[in-house]
Antibody
Framework: QITLRESGPTVVKPAETVTLTCTFSGFSLTAPGEGVAWMRQAPGKAPEWLGMIYWDDDKRYSKSLRSRLTITRDISNHQVVLTVTNVGLDDRGTYFC???????????????????WGPGTPVTVSS | DIQLTQSPSYVSASVGESVTITCRASEDISSSLVWYQQKPGHAPKLLIYSASTLQSGVSSRFSGSGSRREFTLTIVRLQPDDFASYFCQQFRSSPYTFGQGTRVEI
Protein backbone atom coordinates (compact mmCIF):
# COMPACT_ATOMS: atom_id res chain seq x y z
CA GLN A 1 0.00 0.00 0.00
CA ILE A 2 1.34 3.39 -0.99
CA THR A 3 1.00 6.24 1.47
CA LEU A 4 2.25 9.81 1.51
CA ARG A 5 2.03 12.51 4.12
CA GLU A 6 3.02 16.15 3.93
CA SER A 7 4.42 18.10 6.84
CA GLY A 8 5.74 21.58 7.47
CA PRO A 9 4.96 24.93 9.06
CA THR A 10 1.39 26.10 8.98
CA VAL A 11 2.22 29.81 9.06
CA VAL A 12 5.01 31.50 7.15
CA LYS A 13 5.98 35.16 7.13
CA PRO A 14 6.04 37.07 3.83
CA ALA A 15 9.38 36.91 1.99
CA GLU A 16 10.51 33.92 4.04
CA THR A 17 11.28 30.44 2.77
CA VAL A 18 8.98 27.52 3.48
CA THR A 19 10.16 23.95 3.48
CA LEU A 20 7.62 21.14 3.16
CA THR A 21 8.38 17.47 3.51
CA CYS A 22 6.60 14.54 1.89
CA THR A 23 7.21 11.27 3.69
CA PHE A 24 6.20 8.25 1.68
CA SER A 25 6.04 4.48 1.92
CA GLY A 26 5.11 1.58 -0.31
CA PHE A 27 7.37 2.34 -3.25
CA SER A 28 11.01 2.98 -4.09
CA LEU A 29 11.79 6.38 -5.53
CA THR A 30 14.80 4.90 -7.32
CA ALA A 31 12.78 2.32 -9.26
CA PRO A 32 12.23 3.19 -12.95
CA GLY A 33 8.91 4.89 -13.52
CA GLU A 34 8.47 6.20 -9.99
CA GLY A 35 8.22 9.82 -8.98
CA VAL A 36 6.77 12.27 -6.48
CA ALA A 37 4.88 15.37 -7.55
CA TRP A 38 3.90 18.48 -5.60
CA MET A 39 0.64 20.40 -6.10
CA ARG A 40 -1.03 23.18 -4.22
CA GLN A 41 -4.58 24.39 -4.07
CA ALA A 42 -5.96 27.74 -3.03
CA PRO A 43 -9.43 27.68 -1.44
CA GLY A 44 -12.13 27.26 -4.07
CA LYS A 45 -9.60 26.87 -6.88
CA ALA A 46 -8.31 24.00 -8.98
CA PRO A 47 -5.10 22.27 -7.96
CA GLU A 48 -1.91 23.70 -9.42
CA TRP A 49 0.97 21.42 -10.38
CA LEU A 50 4.23 22.78 -8.94
CA GLY A 51 6.82 20.24 -9.95
CA MET A 52 8.10 16.73 -9.51
CA ILE A 53 11.15 14.57 -9.04
CA TYR A 54 11.71 11.35 -10.95
CA TRP A 55 13.40 8.05 -10.10
CA ASP A 56 16.61 9.17 -11.80
CA ASP A 57 16.66 12.45 -9.82
CA ASP A 58 15.47 14.42 -12.84
CA LYS A 59 13.22 17.30 -11.88
CA ARG A 60 10.55 19.39 -13.59
CA TYR A 61 9.09 22.64 -12.32
CA SER A 62 6.22 24.95 -13.06
CA LYS A 63 7.50 27.58 -15.45
CA SER A 64 5.95 30.46 -13.53
CA LEU A 65 7.42 29.34 -10.19
CA ARG A 66 10.66 27.75 -11.33
CA SER A 67 12.89 30.45 -9.88
CA ARG A 68 11.42 29.98 -6.37
CA LEU A 69 11.01 26.21 -6.17
CA THR A 70 13.44 23.46 -5.32
CA ILE A 71 12.59 19.77 -5.01
CA THR A 72 15.05 17.34 -3.48
CA ARG A 73 14.89 13.80 -2.17
CA ASP A 74 16.25 11.85 0.77
CA ILE A 75 16.13 8.26 -0.37
CA SER A 76 17.18 6.68 2.90
CA ASN A 77 14.41 8.46 4.82
CA HIS A 78 11.78 8.06 2.07
CA GLN A 79 11.24 11.79 1.83
CA VAL A 80 10.87 14.44 -0.83
CA VAL A 81 11.32 18.07 0.13
CA LEU A 82 9.77 21.12 -1.51
CA THR A 83 11.30 24.52 -0.82
CA VAL A 84 9.54 27.72 -1.80
CA THR A 85 11.51 30.93 -1.42
CA ASN A 86 10.29 34.51 -1.06
CA VAL A 87 6.80 33.46 -0.02
CA GLY A 88 3.90 35.82 -0.75
CA LEU A 89 0.14 35.89 -0.30
CA ASP A 90 -0.34 33.99 -3.56
CA ASP A 91 1.46 31.02 -2.01
CA ARG A 92 -1.32 30.40 0.48
CA GLY A 93 -3.22 27.15 0.23
CA THR A 94 -3.03 23.45 0.82
CA TYR A 95 0.07 21.70 -0.46
CA PHE A 96 -0.16 18.09 -1.63
CA CYS A 97 2.39 15.53 -2.66
CA UNK A 98 1.45 12.57 -4.84
CA UNK A 99 2.99 9.36 -6.12
CA UNK A 100 3.66 9.53 -9.84
CA UNK A 101 3.74 6.49 -12.08
CA UNK A 102 5.32 6.63 -15.51
CA UNK A 103 5.20 4.17 -18.38
CA UNK A 104 7.66 3.51 -21.18
CA UNK A 105 6.81 3.22 -24.86
CA UNK A 106 9.49 2.91 -27.52
CA UNK A 107 12.09 4.07 -25.05
CA UNK A 108 10.18 7.21 -24.07
CA UNK A 109 8.92 7.71 -20.52
CA UNK A 110 5.64 9.48 -19.88
CA UNK A 111 3.59 10.08 -16.75
CA UNK A 112 0.46 7.96 -16.54
CA UNK A 113 -1.18 8.92 -13.28
CA UNK A 114 -0.98 10.38 -9.79
CA UNK A 115 -2.90 7.61 -8.06
CA UNK A 116 -1.98 8.21 -4.44
CA TRP A 117 -1.99 11.59 -2.73
CA GLY A 118 -1.16 12.76 0.74
CA PRO A 119 -3.89 14.45 2.79
CA GLY A 120 -2.28 17.85 2.25
CA THR A 121 -0.80 20.42 4.57
CA PRO A 122 -2.12 23.99 4.87
CA VAL A 123 0.15 26.98 4.46
CA THR A 124 -0.86 30.45 5.56
CA VAL A 125 1.23 33.53 4.83
CA SER A 126 1.02 36.13 7.54
CA SER A 127 3.29 38.53 9.35
CA ASP B 1 1.51 25.49 -21.54
CA ILE B 2 -1.44 23.25 -22.42
CA GLN B 3 -4.73 24.76 -21.28
CA LEU B 4 -7.63 22.58 -20.15
CA THR B 5 -11.15 24.01 -20.20
CA GLN B 6 -13.87 22.18 -18.34
CA SER B 7 -17.58 22.62 -18.89
CA PRO B 8 -19.86 23.18 -17.26
CA SER B 9 -18.34 24.84 -14.19
CA TYR B 10 -21.37 23.81 -12.19
CA VAL B 11 -24.10 21.25 -12.72
CA SER B 12 -27.14 20.48 -10.64
CA ALA B 13 -28.50 16.95 -10.74
CA SER B 14 -30.59 14.52 -8.74
CA VAL B 15 -29.79 11.14 -7.29
CA GLY B 16 -30.21 8.52 -10.00
CA GLU B 17 -29.56 10.90 -12.87
CA SER B 18 -26.54 10.98 -15.18
CA VAL B 19 -24.01 13.77 -15.62
CA THR B 20 -21.45 14.40 -18.34
CA ILE B 21 -18.49 16.73 -17.88
CA THR B 22 -16.30 17.87 -20.77
CA CYS B 23 -12.61 18.75 -20.75
CA ARG B 24 -11.13 20.43 -23.84
CA ALA B 25 -7.40 20.75 -24.38
CA SER B 26 -5.72 23.65 -26.17
CA GLU B 27 -3.72 21.15 -28.23
CA ASP B 28 -3.56 17.45 -29.03
CA ILE B 29 -2.76 15.52 -25.83
CA SER B 30 -3.46 12.05 -27.24
CA SER B 31 -4.97 10.05 -24.35
CA SER B 32 -2.82 11.59 -21.62
CA LEU B 33 -5.70 12.74 -19.44
CA VAL B 34 -6.92 11.82 -15.99
CA TRP B 35 -10.04 12.66 -13.98
CA TYR B 36 -10.25 13.27 -10.24
CA GLN B 37 -13.04 13.62 -7.73
CA GLN B 38 -12.47 15.94 -4.80
CA LYS B 39 -14.52 16.58 -1.69
CA PRO B 40 -14.01 19.56 0.63
CA GLY B 41 -11.05 19.11 2.93
CA HIS B 42 -9.73 16.08 1.07
CA ALA B 43 -7.12 15.36 -1.55
CA PRO B 44 -8.22 14.63 -5.11
CA LYS B 45 -9.10 10.99 -5.75
CA LEU B 46 -8.08 9.45 -9.08
CA LEU B 47 -11.05 8.09 -11.03
CA ILE B 48 -9.87 7.63 -14.61
CA TYR B 49 -6.42 7.58 -16.23
CA SER B 50 -5.27 7.39 -19.83
CA ALA B 51 -8.59 9.05 -20.73
CA SER B 52 -10.72 5.94 -20.32
CA THR B 53 -9.14 3.44 -17.90
CA LEU B 54 -11.01 3.06 -14.64
CA GLN B 55 -8.74 3.28 -11.61
CA SER B 56 -8.83 0.18 -9.42
CA GLY B 57 -11.52 0.37 -6.76
CA VAL B 58 -13.54 3.09 -8.49
CA SER B 59 -17.20 2.44 -9.22
CA SER B 60 -18.07 1.40 -12.76
CA ARG B 61 -20.69 4.16 -12.75
CA PHE B 62 -17.78 6.42 -13.72
CA SER B 63 -16.49 6.29 -17.27
CA GLY B 64 -14.16 8.37 -19.38
CA SER B 65 -13.84 8.79 -23.11
CA GLY B 66 -12.18 10.94 -25.72
CA SER B 67 -8.80 11.58 -27.23
CA ARG B 68 -6.67 14.32 -28.73
CA ARG B 69 -8.47 17.51 -27.63
CA GLU B 70 -11.90 16.55 -26.30
CA PHE B 71 -12.66 14.32 -23.33
CA THR B 72 -15.70 13.47 -21.26
CA LEU B 73 -16.36 12.08 -17.82
CA THR B 74 -19.77 10.48 -17.39
CA ILE B 75 -21.34 9.51 -14.10
CA VAL B 76 -24.46 7.38 -14.31
CA ARG B 77 -26.99 6.67 -11.60
CA LEU B 78 -25.72 9.48 -9.39
CA GLN B 79 -25.34 8.57 -5.74
CA PRO B 80 -25.27 11.00 -2.79
CA ASP B 81 -21.53 10.31 -2.42
CA ASP B 82 -20.90 11.55 -5.99
CA PHE B 83 -21.75 15.16 -5.22
CA ALA B 84 -18.30 16.74 -5.29
CA SER B 85 -15.91 18.66 -7.55
CA TYR B 86 -14.30 17.02 -10.55
CA PHE B 87 -11.03 18.00 -12.23
CA CYS B 88 -9.19 16.86 -15.34
CA GLN B 89 -5.39 16.93 -15.65
CA GLN B 90 -3.15 16.37 -18.65
CA PHE B 91 0.13 14.48 -18.71
CA ARG B 92 1.06 15.11 -22.34
CA SER B 93 3.70 17.62 -21.43
CA SER B 94 5.03 19.49 -18.43
CA PRO B 95 3.64 21.58 -16.76
CA TYR B 96 0.92 19.04 -16.02
CA THR B 97 -1.99 21.42 -15.96
CA PHE B 98 -5.46 20.98 -14.44
CA GLY B 99 -8.86 22.04 -15.65
CA GLN B 100 -10.64 24.65 -13.56
CA GLY B 101 -13.10 22.13 -12.17
CA THR B 102 -16.78 21.20 -12.27
CA ARG B 103 -18.92 21.16 -9.18
CA VAL B 104 -21.72 18.61 -9.14
CA GLU B 105 -24.42 19.57 -6.69
CA ILE B 106 -27.80 18.21 -5.74
Amino acid sequence: QITLRESGPTVVKPAETVTLTCTFSGFSLTAPGEGVAWMRQAPGKAPEWLGMIYWDDDKRYSKSLRSRLTITRDISNHQVVLTVTNVGLDDRGTYFCAHSESGNTHGMWYVIRFASWGPGTPVTVSS
Amino acid sequence: DIQLTQSPSYVSASVGESVTITCRASEDISSSLVWYQQKPGHAPKLLIYSASTLQSGVSSRFSGSGSRREFTLTIVRLQPDDFASYFCQQFRSSPYTFGQGTRVEI
